[in-house]
């Protein structure tokens, strides 16, 4: 076997990506926001060289170098730059400059949002939640032990419930409370997808270690409705068994032969609603079987039932999480400094957030917009192996004949061609 064709790209579905990125200008836009001193010249490129190896399935600095291989780096539209540029170039970053790339997300949303990618005047779901990055060694400045007992980092992030974007994130240590700093995340949260476009009404959803009343003041000054999991406490626990037996109502819940019921009541001026379950076990049923109960409070005017449905749907935070780790990049936090960790996450959100919108801008959402992992758009319209052809002066990528979703690609590459450059 021989290596030596400068002329093949391993991954020519980048191109999808690439061109996305030409039309949201997100390298001028990196270059006009990131002020580095040393080793700052020209970040767009470095910021792009890591995301779109990120898109292309890279979860560490070296794994850019699969953007210099053959010819893949001719479609990107930028230059690709080495792995040794691109960690020192982390490296470099302050928590001002992550602050100044989080800016870059921001504005990177509303971009696509304008382009067709955003709710506009629909409702707007957002989940937020923690998620623990697991490191190992004792030399990743900000990693430690948390509640989970697994040494790592502990970042807040936002979710968009109906496409999975990242709306917002926020890198914290390890050791880090899983509310610390939650009241700030929202007020920059709702103030992002606000001047990204969202006209309608949004809610927010969100469990346990959210709940206080300073995040619930901060949701309704800014006229956010939202659900939000409790804890069971003293006046919890009175406040349920206040509850009259006969406001119990069944719901299709289990499938395996228990019970599940849902009802409310008021708690400091908020709907308190309560989900009473009895599992049942075939093998070692239960001689006196007990209700477990899980409760929320609500400023959604929806009945019980359907509101009790809505909120258990915040599941769908941890398939945008585990997509976010296993498809772009989050799954390895490469450096000992906290700062350079920052950065990284937030280029995986790029990452992350440009499949998403080339998913949506392309035309390639199912029919029933169901949520398709990156793995799956990787698989079907990236690693899609291609050779450059030059003929007369233009420059033709050739595919494999018979790829199985030539006729998807194609369509996508229109779709993404035809929008107009974003303006800043």
Request: glycine share 10%.
């Amino acid at each position: 076997m021989v290596f030596d064709d400068s002329s093949l790209v391993a991954n020519a579905g980048l191109i999808l990506v690439a061109t996305l990125t030409a039309r949201l200008g997100l390298e001028a836009l990196v270059d006009a926001t990131i002020r580095l001193g040393r080793g700052g010249f020209a970040p767009g490129r470095k910021v792009l060289t890591l995301v779109h190896a990120m898109v292309a399935g890279g979860s560490h600095i070296d794994h850019t170098d699969v953007l210099r291989a053959g010819a893949t780096a001719r479609i990107l539209g930028h230059r690709v730059m080495a792995p040794s540029t691109v960690g020192s170039f982390l490296r470099a970053f302050t928590f001002g400059h992550v602050r100044q790339l989080d800016a870059v997300i921001a504005e990177t949303i509303r971009r696509a949002w304008t382009m067709g990618a955003g709710p506009g005047g629909r409702r707007l779901v957002i989940d937020i939640d923690s998620t623990v990055c697991q490191v190992h060694g004792h030399k990743k400045a900000g990693a430690s032990y948390g509640y989970t007992k697994v040494l790592g980092y502990h970042p807040l992030l936002a979710t968009r419930a109906d496409t999975g974007e990242i709306l917002h994130a926020r890198m914290r240590k390890g050791s880090a409370n899983t509310s610390r700093g939650a009241n700030r995340f929202v007020e920059e949260l709702i103030a992002r997808v606000r001047s990204a476009g969202a006209t309608g009404g949004i809610v927010v959803r969100v469990d346990s270690g959210f709940w206080s009343n300073k995040t619930i003041a901060t949701l309704g000054r800014l006229g956010v409705r939202f659900t939000m999991t409790v804890r069971s406490n003293v006046a919890i626990n009175a406040a349920i068994a206040g509850i009259a037996e006969d406001a119990w109502v069944d719901i299709d819940y289990t499938d395996n032969g228990g019970a599940a019921q849902v009802a409310e009541c008021a708690y400091k001026g908020l709907r308190l609603i309560v989900r009473r379950t009895r599992l049942a076990d075939g093998d070692h049923p239960a001689l006196f079987p007990t209700w477990r109960h899980h409760s929320f409070l609500t400023n959604l005017a929806a009945g019980t039932v359907n509101v009790d449905a809505f909120h258990r749907h915040h599941a769908v935070v941890e398939l945008a999480i585990r997509d976010l780790k296993e498809n772009a990049g989050l799954d390895h936090v490469p450096s000992g400094v906290f700062a350079a960790n920052g950065a990284w996450l937030a280029c995986t959100v790029l990452a992350h957030n440009l499949i998403r919108w080339t998913a949506a801008l392309g035309d390639l959402v199912p029919d029933d917009h169901t949520y398709t992992v990156g793995r799956t758009h990787r698989t079907r319209h990236v690693t899609m192996p291609a050779r450059i052809v030059n003929r007369a002066g233009t420059l033709t990528l050739r595919a494999p004949a018979r790829w199985p979703w030539a006729t998807q690609f194609t369509i996508a590459l229109a779709h993404l061609r035809a929008l107009q450059p974003a303006t800043g």
